[in-house]
């Protein structure tokens, strides 16, 4: 199932965000550029508090940056988002338990007006790709924790986004299942593959899946490093034990340590 | 900050200002609706009977607040400690919660001495909200800290001590909150009939008579304030300890495995239930037996039984209760669904208009604290005696917890749900329909639940005071006919009644979320 989509390339162009925690003002994001190409995959790492999850909402329209702006092949985010052009996945899989997973997935196209009938064939078609068969219609209350983050998966894709943005979608899954969903997203991105920006705390999940990573600081948010990925595509889950790979990861990892220690 | 005071302040002010027009030019029902000055007149007229009334109400309120407290409090830690006493007294509490205080009242009049039937109504009134909070807070627990206590060998009353003696707090003063005003209304429920000359109840109930609309304001009006002040002083007590807590996630965990129960006590279950409908007739009787009363006065379930149908005159005083119910039983219905609507119509808007909210608030607030008694006459006054006033009365008294509880589900969705729209450029209608009011359908039930015996309260209190039919009527004219047997009858058919109300709301509401969590 390979279908070409339109991409659009993001870019976030000095984007500042203060928080005031009662009387203290928090730096949560100072003055952050990033610019991803169209049809990329972008992961974000960095220690808790360094202001990924906020970005990652202002680019999805959720919050307001204080100064800058994103723009999402030449529009705003709320442009975007208006014309299904945007597609997230939180940790939290954020499923409506009194909806069946092929309701939920829908739920997308159902606020944006458009026809679910028309769009079943498709809906059926990312079940299948996420591997839920035959729990079409079951309810999130019946499916395990990842089978509920697949689903959640299958919906950001629903509306064929132009841009995905993940929030540590496997954030909450156990090791061996975090792996295992890793190498699906990557077959499912490379279907369609939306410029993806992806916000986690495993290197070694950002390595798998990214084309570049780019490592945040903290006090104030801010870039640190951008490290390019150089392994082909299609990337094999052998890629995590080879030699390179540490080798990166050790890198990264030593980016993240310095700021620490 | 000077303009944001200018901006609670202003509506007010004009209001007020309004209120003065509307009354000083009798605009509303030919004076039923006297201006703000009027009143304040005639509270320098009465100031001197004032402080004697106020305190003849206070003072057994506050004694039957603490009581009911104490037996709320003492209980619901036992029901935790040893959660077969709750199901044994689980129709008692049920019966406890749904009786119409309005048919209490006489009973307690013809059995108690002084101001003890004021003291004890008061704390029947108080026991439901506080026992049922603080239970919910002892039992809603996280689970994990249970774990870590289990760990270190820690026993059922070391989790009680170390953890849900605190985590129980906001709920025991939430509940607190709740009886402060009911402690109040009970008080001035038991002092109709009761012949006392002193209270703002009897006060009140001896002005009704007198076409003085700025005395009768200003009664419901003092009634209103002190049940305000009870409701302040407990809600102030409780923002110190609790915090707000929103669920960050969508609890998509699976209902049934949580209520299962070992098998063991499936086939005991019927047993349970049995014995639990019967405890409240035990306690019944247990109660007449130990005060000694004479049998022509204080009826036992057999005396009732006796009553209706066994004496000379049995067939026509079943008669009788059955052709007040034929009038009071639609009433109530029909109360309940407006209520529930209007009740549903207000939070709605109040979460897409968030104004609304802050407009509608202090008004359901001051509708909360008024005890309804206080209410019905000014309701008369203005609406007439007819069907309408009846209806305005159901809904004034079933609006606010309704209001309440449907608001607080609206507001406990879950983020991430309304994220996941916001991304599509979802409106506040589509985030209404698609997410926020299917999520919030157990606090819409629970609404249900929590106002469908005070429906049949409102209909019984507007009856007696306002439009002379039906179950309400019935009560009033076998109390001044000395009718002992009635007056028990109807309490028991009354309280019948609400239990079957309840009921049968639990059971939608059953059917409802089982539909709503599973396939």
Request: aromatic share 8%; charged share 15%; glycine share 8%.
């Amino acid at each position: 199932m390979t279908t070409t989509l339109p991409t659009d390339e993001l870019s976030v162009i000095g984007v500042t965000r203060s928080f005031s925690v009662g009387t203290q003002l928090l730096q949560a994001l100072q003055d952050v550029s990033l610019h991803c190409q169209a049809g990329s995959f972008t992961a974000l790492i960095g220690p808790s508090g360094c202001g990924k999850s906020t970005l990652l909402r202002i680019i999805a329209g959720l919050d307001r940056p204080c100064s800058g702006q994103v723009m999402i092949g030449g529009e705003s985010p709320l442009e975007k988002r208006r014309q299904g052009a945007l597609g997230v996945a939180f940790q939290d899989p954020a499923l409506l338990p009194w909806r069946s997973v092929r309701q939920n997935i829908a739920l997308p196209l159902q606020v944006l007006r458009r026809k679910v009938p028309d769009q079943q064939e498709r809906i059926d078609g990312l079940i299948r790709l996420v591997g839920l068969e035959g729990f079409e219609q079951a309810r999130p209350g019946q499916l395990s924790g990842g089978m509920r983050q697949r689903v959640a998966i299958a919906r950001s894709l629903v509306t064929s986004p132009s841009v995905l943005l993940l929030d540590e979608p496997f954030g909450a899954l156990d090791q061996i299942l975090r792996r295992k969903m890793n190498v699906e997203l990557q077959r499912i991105w490379t279907t369609s593959r939306p410029t993806t920006l992806m916000v986690t705390h495993g290197i070694d999940e950002a390595l798998f899946l990214a084309d570049r990573v780019v490592v945040m600081n903290r006090n104030p948010g801010r870039m640190a490093h951008r490290i390019d990925v150089p392994f082909p595509r299609p990337r094999l889950p052998d890629l995590f034990s080879a030699p390179d790979f540490h080798r990166l990861e050790d890198e990264i990892a030593g980016y993240l340590y310095e700021e620490a220690g | 900050m000077i303009k944001r005071v200018l901006r609670t302040a202003l509506p007010g002010l004009l209001l007020l200002l309004l209120w003065e027009l509307v009354g000083h030019f009798h605009l509303v029902a030919d004076g039923a609706l006297p201006a703000p000055w009027g009143i304040i007149a005639q509270y320098w007229q009465d100031r001197d009977v004032y402080p004697v009334h106020i305190w003849a109400t206070l003072q057994p309120a506050m004694m039957g607040f603490c009581f009911g407290n104490a037996v709320a409090i003492l209980l619901a830690f036992l029901f935790v400690l040893m959660p077969v006493t709750e199901r044994l007294l689980r129709g008692f509490n049920i019966a406890v919660f749904a009786i119409p205080p309005i048919a209490l009242s006489p009973i307690l009049v013809i059995m108690l001495p002084g101001t003890w039937p004021q003291i004890m109504l008061a704390a029947v009134l108080v026991y439901f909200p506080t026992m049922l909070m603080t239970l919910l807070g002892l039992r809603d627990v996280d689970p994990r800290p249970i774990d870590v206590i289990r760990v270190y060998g820690g026993g059922d009353m070391a989790v009680l001590r170390l953890l849900r003696l605190r985590s129980c707090l906001p709920g025991l003063l939430g509940g607190l909150r709740v009886a402060a005003p009911a402690a109040i209304l009970g008080a001035i429920l038991a002092e109709f009939g009761s012949g006392s000359r002193w209270g703002l109840g009897s006060f009140l109930l001896g002005s009704i008579g007198q076409g003085n609309p700025n005395r009768i304001w200003g009664i419901g009006l003092a009634a209103t304030f002190l049940a305000a002040i009870a409701y302040t002083l407990c809600a102030l007590l409780a923002k110190r300890f609790t915090a707000t807590i929103t669920s960050v996630t969508l609890p998509s965990g699976n209902i049934e495995a949580t209520n299962a129960r070992p098998n063991w006590q499936r086939g005991t279950n019927w047993l349970f239930s049995a014995a639990a409908a019967l405890v409240p007739f035990f306690i019944w009787w247990a109660v007449i037996a130990s005060f000694g009363v004479s049998p022509v006065i204080a009826k036992t379930p057999l005396g009732v039984w006796d009553y209706l149908f066994r004496t000379a005159g049995a067939s026509d005083n079943r008669t009788e209760i059955l052709q007040a119910l034929e009038q009071s039983l639609p009433m109530a219905s029909i109360g309940l669904f407006i209520a529930l609507g209007f009740a549903l119509g207000l939070a709605v808007m109040g979460t897409i208009w968030r104004t609304f909210t802050a407009v509608i608030m202090p008004a359901a607030l001051v509708l909360q604290t008024m005890p309804l008694v206080a209410l019905t006459p000014i309701i008369v006054l203005i609406f007439g005696r007819g069907v309408t006033a009846t209806l305005v009365v159901t809904v004034a008294v079933t609006f606010f917890p309704a209001f309440i509880t449907i608001a607080q589900g609206l507001a406990q969705v879950p983020k991430p749900a309304l994220d996941v729209l916001d991304v599509y450029g979802a409106g506040k209608l589509q985030k209404l329909l698609l997410v926020s009011l299917p999520a919030s359908l157990p606090y819409l039930c629970a609404a249900a639940r929590l106002v469908a015996p005070a429906s049949l309260l409102g209909v019984m209190i507007a009856e007696w005071l306002a439009t002379g039919y039906g179950l309400g009527e019935l009560l009033n004219v076998a109390r001044g006919e000395l009718d002992y047997g009635m007056i028990w009858s109807v309490a028991l058919v009354s309280v019948g009644l609400s239990v079957g109300f309840y009921q049968l709301v639990s059971l939608v509401e059953t059917i409802a979320l089982r539909r709503y969590r599973t396939a």
